[in-house]
């Protein structure tokens, strides 16, 4: 049986696991190039959240084990394909006739030649780095604007930095700990907006730091788009928060903590239904690793003393998000419900001709609101028309 096979059966179990205990099961356990160990670890990486990596980064680094360096090599590139980046892994061990990186990221912007190293208390090799990325330049297999990415495990890298500092190199090479790559991928999954995953790639790129302007936008986007997607779930005219022309504004929401474990307990009960993993994305956003399928998970609390207890906001954003996919569903989720209603992206599309629509300066979106009624949820169109959405529902 394979690795996802066993996860997918044992899920409980698994989440007890340490990397290297997963390593020992998957193919016949040796971690080679090309080997079916090193294709299931793979797989199995894609398929776990954030917090699963950052797990096993700390596991590669504090506990380190055989292998544990070529383990974070993996782990380290899986963090850059839920950055955006389109990325081609490198070999384990280099060998006659390759080029021997560890990774290659392809993003809004140069790409980035990864070098992933445990520790910087060995003098590493710029010239043998730059070399690398010389030959892809040659092969057309980066751009002659790439950059050379250093990941380094551990958080001392002042040796490291003197030496990119001191070389010829030092306008084409950075370097970022894996700790900090981590924070951005947590920042980028409470976002929901391409912005702000184009100024997370671009900040890994190598750029003149005399001016800070970069850094500041990123920190203000970030926060403003984390306001904006909190304030979406909640309806405007909610008499716990302040309404101003960029929408509402949260003083009292429901618990975050509540919201979030509402959503995922929607997404894996879809997941489980359609018999597939979906991964976050972004802060609503998920996906399948073969992107095949996608979803949209928004949550609501109740509104009390109101004719449509539930509210969300559907986002062009979304829409063009679902349908990047075979499969794209709009998932509505209740705080006090039990089951979800996952409407498929044609089904959605249709029903947003029939719902109220608000256009700001910087932001659109439908008005969703639903209706229980006997038991069995509605979503509520123009004029007071209701739908049943009892067909998509899925119990959790």
Request: proline share 3%; hydrophobic share 35%.
């Amino acid at each position: 049986m394979s690795l996802l096979s066993l996860w997918h059966s044992k899920p409980e179990t698994f989440n007890a696991y340490a990397i290297r205990q997963i390593v020992a099961i998957a193919g016949d356990g040796k971690l080679r190039d090309s080997s079916l160990c090193s294709s299931e670890l793979r797989d199995f990486l894609k398929e776990v959240d954030s917090d699963a990596l950052a797990k096993f980064t700390d596991e590669c680094l504090v506990d380190t084990f055989e292998n544990s360096g070529l383990v974070l090599q993996d782990v380290v590139n899986e963090m850059g394909r839920r950055l955006e980046f389109l990325v081609e892994n490198g070999l384990y061990r280099g060998k006659p006739g390759s080029v021997g990186f560890d990774g290659i990221w392809q993003g809004d912007g140069a790409d980035l030649v990864v070098e992933v190293k445990t520790t910087d208390l060995y003098n590493v090799k710029l010239e043998t780095v730059a070399d690398y990325r010389k030959k892809l330049i040659a092969q057309g297999t980066v751009s002659p604007d790439s950059a050379v990415l250093f990941v380094v495990g551990r958080q001392d890298t002042g040796s490291l930095e003197a030496q990119i500092r001191g070389s010829r190199h030092a306008w084409t090479m950075r370097v970022i700990g894996a700790d900090s790559l981590l924070r951005l991928l947590k920042l980028k999954e409470k976002s929901s907006s391409d912005q702000i995953v184009k100024r997370i790639q671009a900040l890994l790129q190598p750029v003149e730091y005399t001016r800070l302007d970069g850094f500041v936008d990123l920190m203000f986007d970030a926060t403003v788009d984390v306001e904006s997607a909190e304030a979406d779930e909640l309806e405007e005219g909610d008499a716990g928060s302040v309404i101003t022309s960029e929408g509402p504004k949260i003083q009292n929401p429901t618990s975050k903590g509540l919201l979030e474990a509402k959503r995922s307990e929607a997404i894996k009960a879809l997941g489980d239904k359609l018999g597939c993993k979906l991964v976050r994305e972004r802060r609503a956003s998920y996906s399948s690793p073969n992107d095949t399928v996608r979803a949209v998970a928004v949550i609501s609390k109740r509104y009390e003393n109101k004719a449509e207890p539930y509210w969300y906001a559907y986002h062009p954003t979304q829409d063009q998000f679902l349908a990047e996919a075979n499969s794209g569903y709009f998932v509505l989720g209740c705080v006090d419900l039990d089951r979800a209603y996952a409407i498929p992206l044609e089904k959605m599309r249709q029903y947003t001709l029939s719902l109220y629509q608000t256009t700001l300066e910087h932001r659109q979106y439908w008005h969703v609101k639903g209706r229980p009624i006997d038991g069995k949820y509605h979503l509520v169109l123009k004029g007071g028309d209701l739908v049943s959405l009892e067909e998509y529902a899925i119990d959790l």
